[in-house]
């Protein structure tokens, strides 16, 4: 297994911080916004970054949790857990500004399914989708984050590894795995 880092804990933070402003730089004061982590692994990013858009605005954000397996069309082909994660969204997303938040994005298979488990809890004015790293031309579907860490060129074999200290690692680190 060869590892080549990608972010390593400075870069990340830098990054996330970015995120941050950009996402404030278009929701101003964030009345309409809710944020939503993508089970199982964007939801540790979308509570980093939602604590932090609530401590620079100050302002009360609604963060809920989206699991779309069983939406996803390869359900049965792909030896994805039939067991769901939690999905919790105990606001109104009806007319609301939402914005998706995963870690990586790769064949966009997962969002596309996460609109459709979203429909199930209103229409959304907008849905926007942000990704801590972006497997570049892996896509699959017309899938494209509107805010995005870092772009990655990958092949289909390799894997990111995203290793959080909210997931009990010891340093923010970011991998690219051969
Ligand atoms: P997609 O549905 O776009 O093919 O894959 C995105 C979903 O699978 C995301 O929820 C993400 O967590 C996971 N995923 C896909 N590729 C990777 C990867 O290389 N590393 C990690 N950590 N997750 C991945
Ligand atoms: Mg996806």
Not at 88 to 115: H, P, S
Not at 136 to 165: I, W
Request: with cysteine; aromatic share 6%.
């Amino acid at each position: 297994m060869q590892k080549k880092l990608i972010l390593d804990s400075d870069l990340l933070d830098i990054t996330i911080s970015r995120l941050c402003q950009q996402l404030i730089e278009r929701h101003g004061n964030f009345s309409e916004t809710v944020i939503i982590g993508m089970q199982p692994r964007g939801i540790h990013l979308a509570e980093i970054i939602h604590a932090r858009l609530q401590k620079d605005t100050k302002k009360e954000i609604p963060l809920g949790y989206l699991d779309a397996t069983f939406y996803r069309d390869d359900f049965r082909r792909r030896e994805i857990p039939a067991k769901a994660n939690e999905t919790r969204i105990d606001f109104i997303i009806e007319g609301k500004r939402v914005v998706l938040v995963d870690d990586v994005l790769f064949t966009g298979r997962t969002i596309r399914a996460a609109m459709d488990a979203m429909i199930a809890f209103g229409r959304p004015a907008k849905v926007e989708l942000l990704v801590l790293i972006d497997r570049k031309y892996t896509r699959e579907l017309p899938v494209a984050a509107d805010y995005v860490g870092k772009a990655v060129n990958t092949l289909t074999s390799q894997r990111v590894l995203v290793e959080l200290e909210a997931q009990g690692h010891k340093q923010n680190k970011i991998w690219l795995v051969n």
